[in-house]
């Protein structure tokens, strides 16, 4: 197991693999209301098999080399995390996603480990192409793919049915050589 800093404030960034499934659960205990604003996540994690089942399924995209899902830990708890929900190595393309609970909003955490993931995506992978899709009513995670460099491409409106409601889902990416520049501009 590996762990990667995310700043001086005690956050790192690991994988959430299945044997976490408890310790995943508790988190998800205290984010539910959060999450569930405008992702499933909280839907799909509701008890330990189901948490397990969850992590497995990003076991088996890891293994295939088709996603991935890291936690965020903030001196040793569990507080968050950033995933690649689909990775296609031949198309050169990954979508991106997030969650965090309460206690860890307004930190820059989401928006640090999604960095340190994409970098990985580009330069380890050959990833051309990185996407994040976001409900539109969901401004914070919207501010995320601004504060990572990310163009708009466009609004799909009323594309996603969650609990009853439609939302629209605006898709943000960053290609490969607007990455690259980005990260060798002076700060």
Known sequence: MYAISLG???AELRPLEPWRA???LAHMERGRELVEQFIGLADRVTDLASSRAYLQTYAEKAAADAGRIYGIWVNGELVGGVLFRTMDLAQGTAEVGCWLEPSAVGKGLVTRAARVIIDWAIEERGIHRVEWRAAAGNRASVAVAQRL?????GVLRGN?????RRHDIEIWSVLAPEWRAAEQAPS
């Open 22 to 24: 408890e310790e995943f």
């Open 8 to 10: 001086d404030d005690g």
């Open 160 to 164: 996603f049915l969650y609990r009853g």
């Open 149 to 153: 460099g990310m163009t708009q491409d």
